[in-house]
């Protein structure tokens, strides 16, 4: 639990620097969120996108990529599924056919940016970010031309039910989404990937010592492009639980950053995939009081962005402060 | 009409420029600069702020360059005092940049989005070139801060190419070790250079908004930082290269803006999104050919 005790501790020292009581902001927060049925469901929804765009940083973080392209991989997932949903399937292959092309196209979109660093040496944080860019002007001409239902609403159509996600009711007003249990199975089976296959040791010693895993014949460009792709399916996954649970069409103003809510994420969780969880569960708390802190506190939103900032360049500084402190035992 | 094209694509280029030779100073001393975006960006918002409270847009360069420089110091702080990884703390920079300015925006002006309109940099009118016009629609309206800015090319070049100080930049992103054994601290090189470069960026984001427009919108660099690092890499690192590169982004960017709705009936987003995909594809064409500084991004070790 060290970077979560860490990480509240941030929050509260941001929060009393910026003129506002951490007690009460705290208060407000566990109220909105925790606090009720509703509140708690609308947390474990917004958590769901996060587990898996911390997923999509820390899978080619294992081999030393940054993945910075979560948000356009999100946004193609989502507006895919958009599209694939409003039209008519059978009942039992819509939904899958929804989630399974909307992680080609986020998948497609990240092993692009794979392609390009091994084969074009663009480096990956540039090639992302600038596909970033691209999906999002491209997915914004899909709502505005061909997909718009051409009702001065900037929006696709709304989806079929049979490409819903289906929910578990667990009390009188909370439900849970099966996007959830989804998100959850990706966290585990990422983890199993990572640690369990041979796929996964690669991966782990591409990034542990370049060098070594390529004279090992690990084929260094076929392992970009494939953690790359796979990174994109997983936020393009994040884009259609966002169209199938939430929204049930796509529009312009789509996700509130997820994308890169997903590096601070990852970060937080240290790179280990079980840890997005609560990693995830963390970040969507705030992202879950943020209306009610800047309604009640005047606390703005964006403080949450300033947070997450913080909280990777922090966690980064305490591991290179470790990674010293290691290095000056071994030599004695 | 060509003229007029090439004088919007100048004026496009502008800010980017800025952000882009501010790259150059941090990169060719050996420090990756991903947190240009952000240092444009708080540059925008200082600008903004400094020109509305003094009610004097130099003031409001001078703020940027301040808020842009404390951008840069931070990133040189975290890379250099203890090691973040460069990219990783030009992430944090721009979320932190991101998150001050909406901060700031609510808390200072009581603003959603959109600053109030703040006063806004002179331009020359060139009212004595009205004879011949297409030199005229060339050149003018000229913004006093392009003037700033051709003059500062020329000294960035100069500095670069004939002074010491800029052979021991270039010396340190190409090998600190033999400039530490050369008697200077490669680290105080890079301390500099990397906080002019946010300095650089801050007026570009000045350049942005109390030069072009007279206001701060959120996230209105909307991307400049990053074509100028695009930039700074297709023009292989050197000053002359980067105001091509800029110049040519700029030129889309204009084009753009001057097709929308008139010859090809192409959505706007295409236009929107074309400097992206020309700086992926130029990019993918040129990375190859062109040498990164020897120890760029190796100051973790």
Sequence with gaps: MGPFGFAIAVAALLLWGAGYSPFEAFRVIIRSSWGSPAGLELLLLKSMPLILTGLAVIVPMRAGLFNIGGEGQLYLGGVVAAYIGSQVFPIGLHIVAVIALGMCAGGLWGALAGYLKAKRGVHEVIGTILLNFIALHLVNYLVLGPLSTGQGVVRTAYIQSTAEMWRIQVAENCSISGGLFIALLCAFLCQGLLYRTPFGWNTRALGENPVASRYAGIPVARYTIVLMGAAGALAGLAGVLETSVIHRSFHARFGPGYGFDGIAVAFLARGEPWAVIPAALFLSTLRTADADLQFELGVPRETVLILEGVLIVLIAVLHQVERRKRLQEAAG | ?301
């Design chain 2, 1 to 301: 009409m060509i003229s007029v094209l090439l004088h919007a694509a100048a004026v496009k280029a502008a800010p980017i420029l800025w952000a882009s030779l501010g790259g150059l100073y941090s990169e060719r001393s050996g420090v990756v600069n991903i947190g240009l975006e952000g240092m444009m960006l708080a540059g925008a918002f200082f600008a903004v702020l400094g020109s509305g409270s003094f009610d004097s847009p130099w003031a409001g360069i001078f703020c940027a360059a301040i808020g842009g420089g404390l951008f840069g110091l931070l990133h040189a702080w975290l890379c250099l005092r203890w090691k973040v990884e460069q990219i990783i703390s030009g992430i944090g920079i721009n979320l932190i940049a991101m998150g001050v300015t909406g901060f700031l925006l609510l808390r200072i002006f009581n603003a959603y989005g959109n600053s109030p309109s703040v006063p806004k940099l002179p331009s020359i009118s060139g009212d004595f070139l009205i004879d011949i016009p297409i030199l005229h629609r060339l050149v003018f309206p000229l913004g006093w801060l392009h003037l700033v800015l051709i003059a500062a090319v020329v000294l960035i070049v100069c500095f670069f190419r004939k002074t010491v100080w800029g052979l021991r930049l270039r010396a340190t992103g190409e090998n600190p070790h033999a400039v530490r054994s050369a008697g200077i601290r490669p680290e105080r090189i890079q301390y500099l250079a990397v906080t002019f470069s946010g300095i650089l960026a801050g007026i570009g984001g000045a350049q942005l908004a109390i030069g072009d427009i007279s206001a701060f919108h959120i996230g209105m660099t909307n991307g400049r930082g990053f074509i100028a690092l695009a930039a700074l890499i297709c023009g292989r690192w050197t000053p002359g290269g980067v105001v091509i590169a800029c110049l040519g982004f700029g030129f889309v960017e204009a084009m753009g803006e001057h097709l929308q709705g008139k010859i090809f009936s192409l959505p706007a987003e295409f236009y929107l999104a074309l400097p992206f995909v020309l700086a992926l594809l130029a990019l993918a064409a040129t990375r190859w050919s062109a040498r990164p500084p020897a120890a760029l991004g190796k100051t973790g070790v």
